[in-house]
């Protein structure tokens, strides 16, 4: 095969991977925007359940939850 040969084999090549690249960011992009929407929605929530905990309870202290501590 010639040098022009080799060039435009490789050519055929890279062209498609850096097509299937693209879509592949396009979609990582999206996912990611997904995820941190799913996040803050997550983040909400556990703030008002933090916050119905504290209501409940009697004396009105935060309740906190530690590490378990091994015996």
Do not use: N
Not at 16 to 27: H, M, N, S, Y
């Amino acid at each position: 095969m010639s040098f022009g040969g080799h060039i435009l084999s490789g050519l055929r090549i890279t062209v498609p991977i850096e097509e299937r690249t693209k879509i592949l960011d396009e979609t990582l992009k999206g996912l990611k925007a997904k995820v941190a929407v799913g996040l803050a929605d997550h983040e909400k929530r556990l703030v008002r359940l933090e916050t119905m905990v504290e209501i409940a309870r009697p004396d009105g202290a935060a309740l906190r939850i530690g590490r378990d501590t091994p015996s």
